[in-house]
């Protein structure tokens, strides 16, 4: 007989204490949430059905902190099941709440963690159920959720770095966009009144600037429109078209300065991956899977499964990864003493370890460079704009 469908169900109810809270529940049906609630001591007074994708978004970040907290308990003697019920009450966000409750009630019923894991792969990926699995398997599991949240850590502390390093270019375009609308929206109508009195003939810079004004006056709104229009298309495109996706990270790895520092990013996420999917006993050849969906790079991802591919076919990993024409040659080089002395996960620790502390101090770098950039980009703006506004008063001046 089928398992009854597991939904997601908001509530409100009156705890021990006498406590108005509100909650959200996965559960097979609207009793079985209220049986849970009296059984946790809720007196409930509303239980609805949430709407398709209603309960809150859960991060990452929560996910890794839960994956943290349950290798913690288990490793200290705490049974799963409670393990899983002290996290679940112990979350302040509802959604959060509610998975980890839901996990422990499939648990309860005797779910193995793994398929328990696996009704959610919104939040829970296939690498991260398939080394539960493993861990569960070989009796290890406290390990390898240890790992897992280590790994997720590491995750997103590259991808943090990452986008820092991307966050300052932007930052100085919109800055700069921002600060030059302002001054010809409001600040040279405002010189311009004041130079109509003049009777004279006024520099080429002001008459630009000031026809650069009554543009964004007038029309402003059809560039906005386009550039909004032009951003909206290109983030779907990007999305949906693996082509384009693959383009534009292509040519990311090419632009100076921002590509050594995706390429490290991806070495490292690759090397990480590697390291703890082989960590968990899984066979070479199935692991470079999930290795190539975790480099974070279309470019990558392909280059990783046509290795796995000719690593299926007999080929020595070192070599299949030098052809790919990708990864530096220390790395090759590892992973080759790796093969040859059968300590191919301690060598893709240290490649990851290595690889990271150069993308550290490579995004640091970028910074220092950046910050006295940003001042000479604005400076050049508002400053060219502040001059040709005044060019015409200093004139004036001279010739008085």
Do not use: C
Not at 42 to 65: F, K, Q, W
Not at 116 to 145: I, M, R, S
Not at 243 to 253: D, Y
């Amino acid at each position: 007989m089928a398992a009854a469908a597991t939904r997601t169900y908001n509530w409100r109810g009156t705890n021990r204490a006498g406590k108005r809270i509100r909650g959200v529940t996965f559960a097979a049906s609207e009793s079985a949430v209220r049986a849970e609630l009296w059984r946790r001591g809720i007196v409930p007074s509303r239980v609805r059905r949430a709407l398709p994708g209603g309960g809150g978004r859960v991060s990452g970040g929560e996910i890794t902190s839960a994956t943290r907290q349950l290798a913690t308990m288990i490793g200290a003697g705490i049974p799963l099941v409670q393990a899983l019920d002290i996290i679940g009450n112990s979350q302040d966000t509802p959604a959060v709440q509610a998975l980890m409750l839901g996990v422990k009630n499939d648990v309860e019923d005797g779910t193995s963690l793994s398929a328990a894991l696996g009704k959610h792969p919104q939040h829970f990926d296939d690498l991260y159920v398939n080394l539960v699995a493993a861990g569960e398997q070989a009796g290890a599991l406290e390990t390898l959720l240890a790992r897992i949240a280590a790994y997720r850590e590491k995750a997103q502390s590259i991808r943090d770095k990452v986008k820092k390093a991307l966050f300052y270019p932007a930052a100085v375009t919109v800055v700069a966009l921002l600060v030059t609308v302002i001054l010809l929206v409001f600040v040279v109508p405002e010189f311009e009144s004041l130079f109509e009195g003049f009777g004279a003939e006024l520099p080429a810079l002001t008459l630009m600037v000031i026809g650069a004004s009554d543009f964004v006056r007038s029309s402003g709104w059809i560039p906005g429109l386009l550039i909004a229009a032009g951003a909206v298309g290109f983030t779907q495109a990007r999305r949906r078209l693996p082509s384009v996706r693959r383009f534009l990270e292509r040519a990311m790895l090419r632009v100076p300065v921002i590509g050594p520092i995706v390429h490290m990013a991806a070495t490292a996420r690759y090397a990480r991956t590697l390291a703890i999917t082989f960590a968990a006993g899984t066979p070479l050849v199935q692991a470079l899977e999930p290795v190539a969906r975790a480099t974070g790079n279309i470019v990558y991802e392909g280059a990783v499964l046509n290795i796995r591919d000719e690593v299926a076919t007999g080929q020595r990993l070192q070599q299949a990864m030098k052809m790919s024409g990708l990864f530096p040659s220390i790395a090759t080089r590892m992973i080759g003493v790796g093969e040859e002395s059968g300590a191919l996960e301690d060598m893709a620790e240290r490649i990851a370890d290595f690889y990271e502390e150069r993308l550290d101090n490579a995004v640091d770098g970028l910074s220092s460079l950046l910050e006295p950039l940003i001042m000479a980009v604005l400076g050049v703006v508002v400053g060219g704009l502040v001059v040709a506004m005044y060019l015409p008063v200093f004139r004036m001046g001279q010739v008085m």
